[in-house]
Each structure stands twice: as structure tokens, then as C-alpha cells.
């Protein structure tokens, strides 16, 4: 891979500590700097990468795959972009295959897909509601037919809304936060679990604001609540199948989930309260 000293962009604008990018725009390395984010706001959920500035840093070319996930099948939601397009980058440099569930980000999706192909992995993409049960009927019946089983569950795809007050949360919008974020991780792993062997995985995406709170995020917050009770009960009950269920917790991290929630003016500050007092720009 080709790679080129970056310092500002073509308008002279700071570059936000981003020093270095790969030949497609990816920053690859992004460390010893201060990491600033200028003002911007996406009026989409669960927002779009390919707009951000700077592009979030989803790989690290100098790690040392050993092979960890070999012949493993993980189904990633929300794989398209964020978290989830890393930990897919991740698990396909230690040898799995991936199953890319998403909701409308076809240009995240296939950016996701082509980086993939391009380390010699095996992707599909599958796009739709998670809300719908149907779908994740399709997302474990197309997993299934491509790659012949199932290893590995990843839910991860999630919304959120800011808003100043309880009062401010419409029934609607506290209806679509939970079936995203928690019915859709029900839905899905109900009907994964059919095709899982001893030995096989589950994992869950929550919020480190679970266990602090977000005053402006609280529907947010009771969803990602509701995901640490739901992974330590199924937890204890697949233990005797051998099948893992692990929650994991991430801090402020810049993602597509940030310019769609918050005002424009709160992004420069973002995860200033966390005690790096900073968000982070790479996974």
C-alpha cells in the first residue's frame, strides 16, 4: 500500500491531526497529535462515514493477524461504517468471513466491501430494517446459503437522538430507539442462535454512558441499559452450551452515530468530559 505525508487538505484547512492517509483517503495513523473535530451535523440516522471530517481511522496496517478466527462466519450489523467497519476490517485480517448487515449506507457498505476484497477477505452485504423480523430471517438465511454456518454474532448497528429534556422525547422516538437498538439485537440473535455450534460466539455492542449517564441521550442510554441485562442473562444461559455471550463497552468514539446525533456546535468538544478529554479518532 502506498502512503503519503498529509498536512492540510486542498482548501489549507487544519488537517485535525490526521498524518497520514492510504492511496483510497483512509487515515492510518493518528497518534501524538491533538485530535480536533471541526463543527458539522448529517441530518440522517445512523449517519454516513463518507461525509465526515476527517474520515474516522478504521485499520492499523502494522497489526499482526495470527489466524485467531480462521475459517470463522461473523455476522456484523452496522458493518458498514464505525465500529462495526472495523472490527469486520479485523476479524477478516484473522482469517473470517463476513456477513455486513446495514441499513442504507450503500456507499459506506461498498467502500466497506472493496477494502475487504482488497486484503484477500470474503465479504457480502446485506441491506435492510433490523426492525423487521423478516430481514434478519434474510441476513441468516443469505449468511447461511454463502458461507454454510454461522460462528460468530456481532450486534452492533444502533441509533441516537439528542435532545435537551425527557420531555423532548417523542413516544415515536423512544418507540424506534429501543426497537433499533435492543428489539433488533433480540430479533436477530434469536433466529443466529438456531445455526450456532458449541464453541461460537455473541457479542454485543453497549455504551460506557450505560454505567454514567447521558443527560441528552436518555432513550439512548435506557436501550444500551437494556443490553448489559440482556447479554449477562444469555449469557449464563448458553454457558452449558459453550457458546459465549460478551458485552463490550466503548467510550466516545468517532463515528458516522456522532455528527447525525449531536448539534453541530457540541462536535469540537466532543468526549472532552472523558478522561483522555477526548474523543477518539481511531478504533
Not at 423512544?174 to 438456531?194: G, I
Request: net charge neutral; proline share 5%.
Amino acid at each position: 500500500m502506498d502512503y503519503k505525508y498529509y498536512t492540510s487538505n486542498n482548501n489549507g484547512q487544519d488537517d485535525y491531526g490526521l498524518k497520514y492517509i492510504d492511496d483510497q483517503g483512509y487515515g492510518l495513523i493518528c497518534k501524538d497529535y491533538k485530535v480536533e473535530f471541526p463543527p458539522q451535523h448529517q441530518d440522517v440516522q445512523p449517519g454516513m462515514e463518507y461525509l465526515m471530517t476527517p474520515r474516522p481511522i478504521f485499520n492499523n496496517p502494522y497489526y499482526r493477524s495470527s489466524g485467531k478466527l480462521m475459517n470463522k462466519v461473523a455476522i456484523i450489523t452496522g458493518g458498514d461504517s464505525g465500529i462495526g467497519r472495523a472490527v469486520a476490517v479485523g476479524f477478516v485480517k484473522e482469517g473470517a468471513s463476513v456477513a455486513i448487515a446495514y441499513y442504507n449506507e450503500h456507499k459506506d457498505a461498498e467502500e466497506t466491501k472493496e477494502f475487504i476484497e482488497r486484503l484477500g477477505g470474503n465479504c457480502i452485504l446485506i441491506a435492510g430494517d433490523l426492525k423487521d423480523t423478516n430481514f434478519c430471517d434474510k441476513i441468516v438465511e443469505q449468511t447461511m446459503k454463502a458461507f454454510g454456518k454461522i460462528d460468530i454474532l456481532v450486534n452492533n448497528a444502533a441509533v441516537q437522538y439528542q435532545q435537551k429534556s425527557l420531555l423532548d422525547i417523542t413516544d415515536e422516538q423512544f418507540d424506534l430507539t429501543m426497537k433499533t437498538n435492543m428489539y433488533s439485537m433480540f430479533y436477530l440473535t434469536k433466529r443466529t442462535l438456531k445455526h450456532m455450534l458449541p464453541g461460537s460466539s455473541i457479542i454485543n455492542v453497549t455504551s460506557i454512558t450505560t454505567f454514567k449517564g447521558e443527560p441528552e441521550l436518555i432513550d439512548y442510554v435506557t436501550s444500551k441499559g437494556a443490553i448489559v441485562g440482556f447479554t449477562r442473562s444469555l449469557a449464563t444461559n448458553l454457558a452449558s452450551k459453550n457458546i459465549r455471550v460478551n458485552a463490550v463497552s466503548p467510550g466516545v468514539f468517532w463515528t458516522p452515530l456522532q455528527p447525525a446525533c449531536w448539534e453541530a456546535e457540541k462536535i469540537p468538544t466532543l468526549g472532552s468530559d472523558s478522561p483522555m478529554g477526548r474523543a477518539r479518532s481511531s478504533i
